[in-house]
Structure formats: C-alpha cells, structure tokens
C-alpha cells in the first residue's frame, strides 16, 4: 500500500514522493515537462517554441491541480485510504529532492506525474480536457469541459479514447467480476533531464498503481518509444496497440513548418504504445 508520503533513497539521489500537489507548484511541474520533451520531436510537432509549450502545459494543469483552501493546502483528487473514486478526478504526484548536498535544492519538485479516473460508459472525459480557468463552473458545481484544438494531439487522443474503450469493455467481457466503476489512465510521468534514470519514474509510477489497486481500477497509458520499457519494468504494463504516425506530415506546431529552434528535428516516422495493466485485487 501506498503512503501518503514516501522518503525513497537510491545510491545517488534521495527524493520524496508526495501527492501534496498545490497551485503554487505548477510552475515548476510544467518546467519539467518541457524539459523532460525537449528531445522528442512531437514537441516540435505540437508547439511553435518552448515558451508556447510552457504556457499550455501550465494551463493544462491549472485543470488539474485542486484549488487551494484557505490553509494554502491542496485538496487531494482521490483521498488517501479512501477505496473510492469519481469519473473526472485527477490524482498528481510529484518527487521532491531530499538531502541534497546542495542544500538550495533541497524541496525542489524533479519529477511528477498524473491520472486521470475515467469510465466510457458514462462519460466523455477522454475526448475532453478540464477547462484552463479554475474559477469556471456549471451549474451542477462542477468545472466546465473544453474541447481539445486540432492537430497530432488532438488525432492521437482519438485514437486513444476508442482503443481504450474498447480494451475496457474486452476487460468487462472476460473478466470474472466484471466492474463497472472504470480505470485511472495515466495521463503524465516526466523527470528532469538531470535527474533522469535514478528511479524517480519508477517510483512515480508504481506509486500510482498501488493506488489504483487500492480504488480496484485497471491502469492505462498512451507512452511514447522511450516510456516504453519504464512503464514494462515499473508497472507490468502490457502494450496492446500502437498507432504509427509520419511527423512531417504534421509539421510544426500542426501549422506545416518543419522544424522549430529549441527543439530536436523531426523525424519521418513516430510509434505511440497504448499499454495497460490489470488492477492487483488486494486481500
């Protein structure tokens, strides 16, 4: 099971994990996004410079991050040690670096990374994104629904909303319990480059699927080729599909331009994985 906080320790970094998301961090989150995308080319693809994609990234999560109480405190999505969830919440994480000899980095959020509690039988939610503006509700009290622009983005998430439907409802068929209440997708998982294979994504990842155990929710991602391998050691996610696209014929940021300063040059042929694992049923 997983703590609400967890001190891990490898031979060269010591870091926290901590679902203690609040907005004063979404800065520093879509800086590592970035960061982490700097060498993939669908990056150059989707955004004409990094400032753009920075811009994006922390409207995306100014979606996703609860909104803090008047204790300067994040509501949690999913509440720890509560076996129960809702269609649309989201669940962030992040590793904060501990013990560093460089006591100035020490508390500085290197990697983080996110789900999403999604059921296509009763909803939309994977062809939508949670409105950029935080104080943006309906009437029910609940945030307001964008759809997502066209482009490569736009194109693969369709892919994925239908794959992931109906690997869901192949995952009803057959199973023996058949459960309704849906799966958590996990939508982000980016470390700083300078931080990158020391077991932080290990440990972002299973972290969350121990949590998904905990909720009996069946785990799905869309990874890119070198998430590949991390999400196959850290989380026994089994690739299902894959869905193959010609980046030139997107250009740059979905305008037709090749390539972009700042960003590595696009190549003719991209492979996307759609990966799932089955919830561990706890005893």
Known sequence: M???????????????????VSYRD????????????NDDPTAAVKFANKDEFR????????GQVRIEDSSGKAQASIETGVSSSHVGDWFIVKATLEGSNDSSQNGEIIGWASWLHENPNISQETATQLSTDKGQVDQGGKRKLIEFEQGLGA???????????????????????????????????FILPGF??????????????ERADRLKL??????????????????????????????????????????????????????????????????
């Open 55 to 62: 811009i994006k990234v922390e409207n995306m999560l100014k």
């Open 26 to 37: 979404i800065k520093q989150l879509a800086h590592i996004h970035v960061e982490a995308l």
């Open 155 to 189: 194109f693969v998430r369709r892919h994925q909303t239908r794959l992931y439907a109906d690997w869901y409802q192949k995952r009803l068929y057959e199973s023996e319990a058949p459960d309704s209440s849906g799966f958590l997708s996990l939508r982000s998982c």
């Open 196 to 209: 990158q294979r020391h077991g932080i994504g290990s440990a972002l990842v299973r972290y969350g699927c």
């Open 2 to 20: 997983a703590n609400e906080n967890q001190v891990i320790e490898t031979r060269k970094v010591k870091f926290e994990i901590s679902s203690a």
């Open 218 to 283: 069946d785990t799905l991602v869309t990874s890119t080729p070198t998430a590949k391998t991390l999400y196959e050691t850290a989380g026994d996610f089994e690739a299902f599909d894959c869905l193959e696209v010609g980046l030139t014929d997107w250009g740059n940021g979905d305008k037709g331009e090749s390539q972009t300063a700042g960003f590595q040059q696009i190549t003719s042929n991209y492979r996307f994985w759609f990966m799932a694992r089955a919830c561990r049923r706890l005893t």
